[in-house]
């Protein structure tokens, strides 16, 4: 063979080791910019809708995994095809978070790109020597259709005590309606006891994927059955149409026993000029203020009526603004009351209280922790229940 033929395809040889060792980084480039992006689609709204994130974040996402599984057909190395292994997995890792958006938005998955997608993955997996696209693509499937149709638990509980708190399950139906009854120990009165504003519904589908549900609210056709103990209330979730049971909890938080900070302000006359006192306090590395008690007409209700308004604001907490659920409020009575809020991002928050007792005289509003609320909350889990 002539020498120079020999050198020519040494020089062919390095070449397409450049070309390949090029490819492989920027397959790796495009999954890091796919997966930068997905961080601007971890959002969803209600009333569901398509996000322009979604498709710009899933758009670059696809992208990145075309052109590994395309560099992957141009490489025989050992070493590029794990690089452009580790550029597939990042850039999958990227879609998930739209896709997983979509889901968190419509209780269900985009199907019309999610089938296409997995079939593709596993003939172009295959075809590429990445043989473990299309067994994890394999393997995901299979343990979907598994947990998705598991059975419900032969002996599920409808009643659950712990820490003195119970709960009892009236009704779980595929319309996505879930009646429950709270019940604090006999002998209290269960406001003062438990935050019935801020309960929680925690259920899953296939053991990991989070139900949707909305904030549980008082049921008041049997209102005036119940002992001062008890509440039944009714909440709304969305379990997809695919799964036949669901992994059902719901969180109660309990008022810690001391509050973190707390103030006591007076309650204005109607006719009372606004005061320009300010109340403060400071604990639990968190500081209350209060200010601007005086009676206004309602920014929430329609038609408009006479509400006692206040300014609420306090810092110290990990998170820029607030919750509301770090507060209460209660008379001198020690009834607690409804507070309805508008964050300010804690630089000035309207709140109103639209039911205060007509006796009510005198006003405590304390603050908890995160901490205090984590340590009080009481999560009961019934297991994998059928959905009827």
Known sequence: MPANASTGEQNDSKGDRHDEKRWSFVALLFAFVALLLSTQAMNWTHPARVRAEWVLAGGAALFAVAFALWSSSRTSSRKFRLLLAAAL?????????PVYSYYRAFADFPWTLLVPLFVVLLISGWVVRQRWLPVGCILIVALFIITA???AQAKVPSSITKDQVTVSIQELSRSGHVLFTVKSAPGTRIEE???LENIEIEGRVCRVLPV???HPRPYHQDEDQLLPYE???????F????????DFGIRVPKWPSEPAASVTVPVPQPDDKPSKREYESEGGGLRLNVKHVLWSISRHTWPAEQVLALTITYDGYRYSGWKGEELRVRDQNGRTLDLRLTGGGGTGNYCELPDLPPDATELTIDIFSEQQRDEASVSIR????PID
């Open 382 to 385: 019934f297991g994998r229940l």
């Open 212 to 214: 949707t549900s909305w």
């Open 193 to 195: 006891e438990l935050d």
């Open 149 to 151: 149709n598991e059975s």
């Open 231 to 237: 509440a039944r209330l009714i909440s709304v979730y």
């Open 239 to 246: 379990p997809p149409g695919w799964s036949k049971t669901i």
């Open 89 to 97: 997995a990042i850039a999958l890792l990227a879609l998930s978070v």
